[in-house]
């Protein structure tokens, strides 16, 4: 019975540990190690103040020691996560660098580099005067026009150097004077002249105007001292446009007598133009809508940098019952009022055989005569056939034929042709005897075939006479 009692405890002993052990879920502590060097002679600086800046759960500092070793120990990371660390000292610039930890993995921070304010530390003399200037920061290189809603403005900083590259102290500081060497006349700099802080840099801003278009922005230095003028590497910025404005907003169609009556999934490109009342293109990424009569369309994009948005007009029910399709796009201007274009796609559908009227519709053509013939080709619905529609007229042998005989429909990109006309659906063609040879009347036929793109096909025949030569 005893022994019983003593297998019970010892399982009930191990079962307990185990459930211990499963609850037990914090990461052990990592250590954090790096070390401060000097930027420009790669030395070691000491005495350095290091410190977590973030996250604010972890914030803790210490001292970098002769070698400009730190380390920061047992520092509790329960999942990944971004740690910024900073290095400070009198004389030196400060800089950041922000690292990535993971639990229970040993953390070795890169290099902090920090600059030398106050000497060139190679040789350990005054830092020299301005030799160059670079760009350090630009807060954004695409701004709005005014009044659009968008960021107008972008901050940027340069960095004046002396000839070994490092930054210029309070001692030597110098004028940046900052110029617009191209782009639209009414871009703003303010201020247009800054005197270097004790870091060597200067930070000035760029206001767009009321005109989009891409600009140049320069920072000179003017040494009258030495006689050295000191330029930068210009910032290019671009500046975008502001809202729809319905005098520049405009749409087409690729195709305007579109395969789509027969055909399911054909596809035809809408394309609008979207400008500013500057006539500028409207600011990337501005919203388009759309709607159809017939088939389907894609319901709406964004414009690109030029103001352009392409969406498919897709061939489908329902079919419109005249053939044409009306399309709108419509946007919204500066008051948030809507503003629109449409544009008239005919759905072009298939030749049939009774769709092909020909006149006269029968002819006797006598030696070395001739006959004209008036040509309608539609579509079966009587409209326009679609764009690319082949056409070919086919006489006998012993005649030839000109005119409208081999042709292709073209693409009525003209809104009033879609109702046909001369070229569009009416076309002419000649008849005539080429054999001087014959001694017997004959009946002949002169034949006309019509392919759409689709593949849909007609023809027709037209039954006359040709006369024997005398």
Known sequence: ????????????????????????????????????????????????????????????????????????EEVQVDSVLDITVQASRDGFSTETITVTAVPERQLNVPDLK?????????????????????????????????????????????????????????ANAVDVEFLLVGGPDDVTITPERVRTNANGRVTSNVFAGNTAGNLKVEARIVREDIGLTIKSSPILLTIHGGFPNLEHFSIAASVYNFEAWSINGNRNQITVNVGDKFS????????????????????????????????????SDPRPSNGIATIRAHT????????????????????????????????????NGSQIFNMTLTDLNGNVLPAGTSV??????????????????????????????????????????SDDESNESQDVTIRIEVETPGGFSASKTIQGRKAKAF
């Not at 388009?288 to 969406?311: L, M, P």
């Not at 629109?340 to 009774?354: A, C, M, Y």
């Not at 081999?406 to 008849?431: K, M, P, W």
Request: with cysteine; charged share 20%.
């Open 1 to 72: 019975m005893k022994h019983v009692n003593l297998t019970k405890y010892v399982l009930l002993t191990i079962t307990l540990a185990l459930i211990g052990f499963g609850c037990d879920t914090t990461d052990e502590p990592i250590l954090i190690t790096g070390q401060v060097i000097d930027q420009d002679s790669g030395n070691s600086v000491s005495q350095a103040i290091v410190e977590i800046t973030s996250p604010e759960e972890l914030a803790a500092s210490t001292f970098s020691d002769e070698s400009g070793q730190y380390r920061f």
């Open 114 to 170: 920090v600059r030398n304010l106050g000497t060139d530390s190679s040789v350990g003399e005054p830092a020299k005067g301005a030799a160059s200037i670079e760009l350090i920061s630009s807060d954004e290189v695409t701004i709005n026009v005014t009044e659009t809603g968008g960021r107008v403005n972008s901050a940027f900083t340069f960095e004046v150097q002396d000839s070994t590259g490092q930054a210029i102290n309070q």
């Open 332 to 367: 919204f201007n500066e008051n948030d009022q809507p503003i629109e274009r449409d544009i008239r796609v005919l759905f072009s559908g298939p030749p049939t055989t009774q769709s092909i009227q020909v006149s006269p519709s029968t002819f006797d053509i006598g030696p």
């Open 280 to 315: 500028n293109p409207v600011k990337p990424d501005t919203p388009v809508y759309f709607n159809t009569t017939g088939g389907i369309i894609q319901g709406s994009g964004t414009t690109d940098a030029d103001g352009q948005i392409v969406v498919d007009l897709i061939s």
């Open 392 to 433: 070919e007229v086919i006489p006998p042998d012993g005649m030839e034929v000109d005119g409208d005989v081999d042709f292709t429909i073209r693409n009525i990109i003209a809104q009033g042709d879609l109702s046909g006309g001369e070229g569009v659906t009416d076309f002419t063609f000649t008849a005539r005897d």
